[in-house]
């Protein structure tokens, strides 16, 4: 079992920057593939980010690609997703999500979200 609590969204401006957190507790966080997930109203949630247990290999949505930073820390049981160049179309609820390599996302962990709006 795995609990994830995200933290770091807010109200910014275009252009500017966030950096999201993901806590996670429970046992064997580093056997995890983390993600970061993102929901606007009337829209289907989407991956935005994923990067496996080591951080070897990293994902990104091609509308973040150049923007947005997935990275991880497994001594401290976290994941991150720093956001830059911020856009108004990013902004949407963030979930944190943690699945087992080779199993659905459907299947995994969710976090509660964090909203992220982003002003003109």
């Known amino acids: 079992q795995v609990q994830l609590v995200e933290s770091g969204g807010g109200l910014v401006q275009a252009g500017g920057s966030l950096r999201l957190s993901c806590a996670a507790s429970g046992r064997s966080f580093s056997s995890y593939t983390m993600g970061w997930f993102r929901q606007a109203p009337g829209s289907e949630r989407e991956l935005v980010a994923s990067i496996t247990w080591n951080g070897g290999n990293t994902y990104y949505a091609d509308s973040v690609k150049g923007r947005f930073t997935i990275s991880r820390d497994n001594a401290k049981n976290s994941v991150y997703l720093q956001m830059n160049s911020l856009k108004p179309e990013d902004t949407a609820i963030y979930y944190c999500?943690?699945?087992?390599?080779?199993?659905?996302?459907?299947?995994?962990?969710w976090g509660q979200g964090t909203q992220v709006t982003v002003s003109l």
């Open positions: 999500a943690a699945r087992m390599g080779g199993s659905s996302w459907n299947s995994g962990y």
